[in-house]
T-cell receptor, first 114, second 115 residues
Framework: QKEVEQDPGPLSVPEGAIVSLNCTYS??????FMWYRQYSRKGPELLMY????GNKEDGRFTAQVDKSSKYISLFIRDSQPSDSATYLC??????????????FGSGTQLTVLP | DAGVTQSPTHLIKTRGQQVTLRCSPI?????VSWYQQVLGQGPQFIFQ???????GRGNFPDRFSARQFPNYSSELNVNALLLGDSALYLC??????????????FGAGSRLTVL
């Protein structure tokens, strides 16, 4: 079993739709939760970063963390064609030597149709 | 401001060869991490360096090695290349230390093809 499982997609939605992207995890030591967006042939770009359970909102994006269920989500409101990309969830904890390595999900490819 | 820069952007090697990938972090960032991203998968942690010291190593064989220089740039070396090493190699930089370590900024990657 992978430490982080992500809905694989691909996901295709019409412009203006609300998108829900989800990940589950098994390691309760994870403390920090992130969502990255990756366009084709580019490196991942940080979208959202959160530490505690609950919701965090930034413009059209809302990150939700439920530590009791080991479940995180990213919601995109009023989706745009420019949101078409692969979305990666990532988690981290402090490992030995103060390293904070990220453990990523496998990514969900999203296409927003005009 | 320059972001994380990586070189080369693309390269092709044959099995058994060796490769060196280079990374320049964002100015002021002292920590560099390396990740391997196989097509269709999420990035997988290889190494983290902070202030020129190795702070973490992922589950990769000893064929993988890295170092960080006094100017905080970094190199990733892979020896005895295998077909399975074909991937996008991502470098990420961060301020380092406990507070800033989680905010990683990634470069565009070096795409390695092993034939």
């Amino acid at each position: 079993q992978k430490e982080v499982e992500q809905d694989p997609g691909p996901l295709s939605v019409p412009e203006g739709a609300i998108v829900s992207l989800n990940c589950t995890y098994s390691n309760s030591a994870f403390q920090y939760f992130m969502w990255y967006r990756q366009y084709s042939r580019k490196g991942p770009e940080l979208l959202m970063y959160t530490y505690s359970s609950g919701n965090k909102e930034d413009g059209r994006f809302t990150a939700q963390v439920d530590k009791s269920s080991k479940y995180i989500s990213l919601f995109i409101r009023d989706s745009q064609p420019s949101d078409s990309a692969t979305y990666l969830c990532a988690m981290s904890f402090i490992s030995s030597g103060s390293a904070r390595q990220l453990t990523f999900g496998s990514g969900t490819q999203l296409t927003v149709l005009p | 401001d320059a972001g994380v820069t990586q070189s080369p952007t693309h390269l092709i090697k044959t099995r058994g060869q060796q490769v060196t990938l280079r990374c320049s972090p964002i100015s002021g960032h002292k920590s560099v991490s390396w990740y391997q991203q196989v097509l269709g998968q999420g990035p997988q942690f290889i190494f983290q360096y902070y202030e020129k010291e190795e702070r973490g190593r992922g589950n990769f064989p000893d064929r993988f090695s890295a170092r960080q220089f006094p100017n905080y740039s970094s190199e990733l070396n892979v020896n005895a290349l295998l077909l399975g090493d074909s991937a996008l190699y991502l470098c990420a930089s961060s301020l380092g230390g406990l507070a800033g370590a989680n905010v990683l900024t990634f470069g565009a990657g070096s795409r390695l093809t092993v034939l």
